[in-house]
């Protein structure tokens, strides 16, 4: 007599069809597809811990499995909210994959939200690398010299962008009389 699949093996044979999908048919990488198995694992053992099979996921469920994975509350290492987003995508495109597949009828990962990931400042230089900067720029007599140096004490003194002062123009100066 043959034992009846459990829950957690219909759902693994499920990611295993959608990562071989992403190997053969999309040409992931083999780290893309490693990364999405680690994600798909740690999923599939939420969903296994609460009893869910792939027709019973909602929203809900997945909103709350971005939140465990942010905390560690579901028993394993917090993620950071980029790595929290990369798990997401592998949950949205395994469902959104099952959609297509015909095993379920909606993706509920669909209207989740990554996490927001904070803005990371630029780090400063210090005033002596910037001393030598400008003088090694304005090394020389030439044209060019005097152009390189006035060019990285504008991006010095005003925080501009490169993209910022390239787009500068000409007559973009006041000019006082």
């Known amino acids: 007599m043959v034992a009846a699949d ?30 999405y198995r680690r994600d798909l694992d740690r999923y599939v053992g939420y969903l ?3 009893e869910l099979s792939l027709g019973d996921v909602t929203t809900t469920v997945v909103e709350d499995y971005v939140t465990a994975v942010r905390t560690g509350s579901d028993g394993r290492a ?9 798990s ?10 099952c959609v297509a597949e015909g095993q379920v009828d909606t993706n509920p990962a669909a209207a989740v939200r990554p996490p927001s990931q904070g803005k990371r400042l630029p780090k400063a ?6 001393e030598r900067l400008l003088a090694a720029a304005g090394a020389g007599d030439g044209v060019a010299a005097v152009r390189n140096r006035a060019l990285l004490e504008l991006l010095y003194s005003t925080g501009a ?9 000409v007559d973009d100066l006041d000019q006082v009389d």
Do not use: C, K
Not at 10 to 30: K, M
Not at 161 to 169: F, M, N, P, T
């Open 6 to 35: 459990t829950r957690g093996d219909v759902l693994r044979r499920a990611v295993q069809g959608y990562l071989d999908h992403l190997t053969i048919e999309r040409g992931r990488s083999a780290n893309t597809v490693a990364a």
């Open 161 to 169: 962008r490169i993209s910022e002062a390239v787009g500068l123009d």
């Open 125 to 130: 230089i210090s005033t002596h690398d910037v």
């Open 78 to 86: 917090p993620l950071a909210a980029g790595s929290a987003a990369r």
């Open 88 to 97: 997401l995508a592998a949950v949205r495109g395994w469902h959104a994959f």
């Open 48 to 50: 296994e811990s609460r």
